[in-house]
């Protein structure tokens, strides 16, 4: 990643940080599928400058990131902003300095607590086929280690442009975006989706790294 443009966040007392975010980040995710290629990543990344920031985690400022300056300027992020042209600031494209270390910023699936309740009940009654009790002593017992249903790290309202986009009769609805950023050693090559994060990678292939600065 050679090139980006950042975007600073201007909340006010009638719009705060949290939903100036969704709102920005929404319209970059429609920006970033509108743009997207053959294969369905995107060319265009997203890094979280002020991750981890007291308050809302996220901070005030998203980096759009590309290999080119052309992607950038394909991209035209100003275009899908326009509507929220008073609460953004939005710098020109411009080259990644020397001195920026790697990360990778990738979506962490979290549980919500009805689902955790759906699987304790699945693995209950496996239990209990094998060891004979009933489906409530081994929920009892499975409920000592029941995970929480609750994560520290920041999270987006979403809604999916590609998955609307093939339920468009069946409706849709937005799910909490929960995004974690991981250090890495070394840049690293590889592909975004559509939100901008690093694709999910098997095997020995390492997660695609953006610039931190």
């Given at each position: 990643m050679n090139y980006?443009?950042?975007?600073?966040?201007?909340?006010?007392?009638?719009?705060?940080?949290?939903?100036?975010?969704?709102?920005?980040?929404?319209?970059t995710h429609i920006a970033l599928v509108d743009n997207k290629s053959a294969a369905g990543d995107s060319a265009v990344a997203i890094a979280?400058?002020?991750?981890?920031?007291?308050?809302?985690?996220?901070?005030?400022?998203?980096?759009?990131?590309?290999?080119?300056?052309?992607?950038?300027?394909?991209l035209n992020i100003s275009r899908w902003l326009e509507r929220l042209s008073d609460y953004v600031h939005i710098k020109s494209i411009q080259l990644v300095p020397e001195y920026a270390t790697a990360v990778s910023y990738v979506r962490q699936h979290v549980k919500g607590e009805k689902r955790i309740q759906l699987d304790?009940?699945?693995?209950?009654?496996?239990?209990?086929?094998?060891?004979?009790?009933?489906?409530?002593?081994?929920?009892?017992?499975?409920?000592?280690?029941?995970?929480?249903?609750?994560?520290?790290?920041?999270?987006?309202?979403?809604?999916s442009q590609q998955t609307k986009s093939r339920n468009e009769a069946s409706g849709h609805r937005p799910f909490p975006l929960f995004i974690k950023c991981l250090s890495a050693e070394k840049p690293?090559?590889?592909?975004?989706?559509?939100?901008?994060?690093?694709?999910?990678?098997?095997?020995?292939?390492?997660?695609?790294?953006?610039?931190?600065?």
């Open positions: 980006y443009q950042e975007i600073t966040l201007l909340p006010d007392p009638t719009i705060p940080l949290d939903f100036l975010w969704q709102k920005v980040y929404q319209q979280f400058p002020e991750y981890g920031s007291v308050g809302f985690r996220l901070g005030k400022k998203m980096r759009l990131l590309a290999k080119t300056e052309q992607a950038l300027v394909q304790m009940q699945k693995k209950a009654r496996l239990y209990a086929t094998k060891s004979g009790l009933s489906v409530e002593a081994c929920l009892a017992q499975l409920k000592e280690k029941q995970p929480k249903a609750q994560s520290r790290l920041p999270f987006l309202w979403v809604e690293q090559a590889g592909l975004f989706n559509c939100y901008g994060l690093s694709q999910a990678v098997t095997g020995d292939i390492k997660l695609a790294t953006v610039p931190h600065f």
